[in-house]
């Protein structure tokens, strides 16, 4: 007797935008989130997506890791007055979903939602993404993760308004050092076209981003400038300064006046990678670093623990300054 086979047919690819489709008209409840201390990129597109989520019917709840305060240079964007804390989120959501997070351990205590949740979702453009989450759209040669996020707004039907249109625009303007970063494609720009259709006051975005600080930032500038350190013999090039929340406090600063810090520095003509130190309360460091293009810093943050792009990447440290110098010293010049 001849056998036969019978063939069945696959089951359809998911992706985000099928996820979240479906969980929206099943009126599912929905988590978002970004990386701890949230940038425009991770804030912006977890803003817009929510509201997105939110039009299209789901239950939505936005929350970011702890330690989290809004940033004052942030807190204008339009659904950052609806942030919860991530203790009041539901432990098991039909959907979580991470975004502008390079890895696990950014989400801190709200990874376990990658496990609890009835799905996992992680949309991310870090170019040292491991590949985590249950669906992933991850793609480490778009500038920002708004732009992965407009592409799923667009899947699920959503028009651009100039609600959305300002947190896509911001992370876009951020991620891209206003379009002059090497991560800035064709496609960067007509999506920028797109945005600006709709009216937004782009001006005054990037005002608020770029040319907007406390009169106690430029007393901070010129300690940490003044103590800025060149070593051309280490790597390609290495300029270095290190600040603390304490410092940034006596003048009158919250921490997140730090993160600036970084790209000032990176404009020394002699180093290819800048690097910043930011002292935390806890005594740990965040370390930022910038490529001008010879070093792959991604690898350099990697090696040491963190991630990120190539020409932008970071990672944490728990050892003395002195210390953490050192292994960033040896690592570039290993590289």
């Known amino acids: 007797m001849a056998l036969t086979s019978r063939r069945t047919a696959a089951p359809p690819l998911r992706t985000p935008s099928s996820v979240l489709a479906e969980a929206a008209d099943a009126r599912a409840t929905v988590v978002l989130s970004g990386h701890v201390q949230p940038d425009a990129d991770a804030l912006g ?44 989120v539901p432990s098991s959501p039909d959907v979580f979903v991470s975004l502008d997070a390079a890895s696990p351990g950014r989400l801190g205590e709200l990874a376990a939602l990658l496990d609890g949740a009835g799905t996992s979702v992680v949309i991310d453009h870090h170019a040292s993404n491991p590949g985590f989450g249950d669906v992933r759209l991850v793609d480490g040669g778009a500038p920002a993760t708004v732009t992965l996020v407009a592409d799923v707004l667009d899947d699920l039907g959503i028009t651009l308004d100039a609600q959305l249109a300002t947190c896509l625009y911001a992370g876009l303007a951020a991620d891209t050092g206003s379009f002059r970063f090497g991560n800035t494609r064709p496609e960067t720009h007509e999506l920028a076209a797109r945005l600006l259709a709709t009216g937004i006051d782009h001006s005054d975005i990037s005002r608020r981003l770029f040319d907007t600080a406390p009169f106690g930032w430029l007393g901070l500038l010129s300690v940490v400038t ?110």
């Open 45 to 88: 597109s977890t803003l817009a997506l929510a509201e997105g989520l939110r039009r299209r019917g789901a239950r939505v709840l936005v929350t970011f890791p702890d330690p989290f305060t809004l940033p004052t240079s942030l807190g204008w964007l339009p659904g950052a007055e609806g942030l919860v804390p991530s203790s009041s």
């Open 226 to 335: 003044g103590r800025a350190v060149l070593e051309t013999d280490v790597g390609a090039g290495l300029v270095w300064t290190w600040s603390s929340t304490a410092e940034a406090a006596e003048h009158g600063l919250p921490g997140e006046q730090l993160e600036a810090l970084v790209d000032v520095v990176r404009a020394t003509e002699e180093a290819d990678v800048a690097c910043v130190l930011k002292g935390q309360d806890d005594g740990s460091w965040s370390v930022s670093l910038r490529s001008r293009g010879a070093t792959d810093v991604a690898r350099v943050a990697m090696a040491l623990g963190g991630g990120g792009h190539v020409l932008a990447a970071g990672y944490s440290s728990s050892a003395d300054r002195e210390a953490t110098v050192a292994a960033l010293r040896a690592e570039l010049s290993a590289a």
